[in-house]
């Protein structure tokens, strides 16, 4: 049966870390990006609200910042290998994650067959960000179905990865899900659960070898 693999990025992909905390580091503007990370997960702000305030900090950004914080984030080792493997068996993979896009995108690379990340102007910023395009929790399922029209296949043919809250909707509307270094919030209702730096190994939960 063709599947569909749906990858978050922050905490899934990325060890221990998130887009937007890569991205300040190469800024040294880390205290400030933890603040909001803790008022987001204490839900002081919404999706946009934290695009709004982060897009702020990052004046000075340039592509360069970008692309040394997708090269030295804590990506998870064995990624590359798992989509090819996915690819070889016929099958599909995509990343949504609320992060900015221009960082999500780079993921096209190691060949996921999509991605999806939260809509900002492009870097350097020379306008602000809309908050109609910061993605939420709930446009996961509402793209994850966009995607089976794309591909003729269904909820049911779908495997979702994640790691906490904003993946716990997903999770409960497709009938496989593999919680990876995840918090409480999806490791309680995920199909299988995964700690440590390999994706092949969490993939291997459910009996694929790469």
């Not at 690819?87 to 994650?97: D, K, L």
């Amino acid at each position: 049966m063709t599947r569909l693999h749906l990858f978050d990025l922050d905490g899934t992909l990325i060890h221990g870390s998130a887009a937007a905390i890569e991205i300040s580091r190469q800024l040294g503007l880390e205290r400030e990006i933890a603040a909001l990370e803790r008022a987001f997960a204490g839900g002081e702000l919404t999706t946009a609200q934290f695009a709004e305030r982060a897009c702020a900090l990052w004046e000075a950004l340039t592509e360069e910042h970008v692309a040394a914080a997708f090269e030295g984030a804590p990506w998870l080792a064995g990624i590359r290998e798992v989509w090819a493997d996915i690819r070889a068996r016929g099958e599909r993979c995509a990343v949504i994650s609320l992060s900015p896009g221009f960082f999500v995108s780079r993921l096209l690379e190691w060949g996921a067959d999509a991605t999806y990340g939260s809509t900002w102007p492009d870097v350097p910023f020379r306008e602000p960000v809309d908050p109609a395009g910061i993605l939420t929790p709930a446009a996961k399922v509402r793209i994850a179905d966009e995607l089976c029209a794309k591909f003729g296949l269904t909820r049911d043919h779908c495997v979702a990865y994640g790691d906490s809250l904003s993946d716990a909707e997903l999770f409960t509307v497709v009938p496989v899900s593999v919680a990876v270094n995840a918090d409480h919030h999806v490791s309680e209702i995920a199909s299988h659960a995964y700690t440590g730096r390999d994706l092949r190994e969490a993939y291997e939960l459910m009996g694929n070898h790469t």
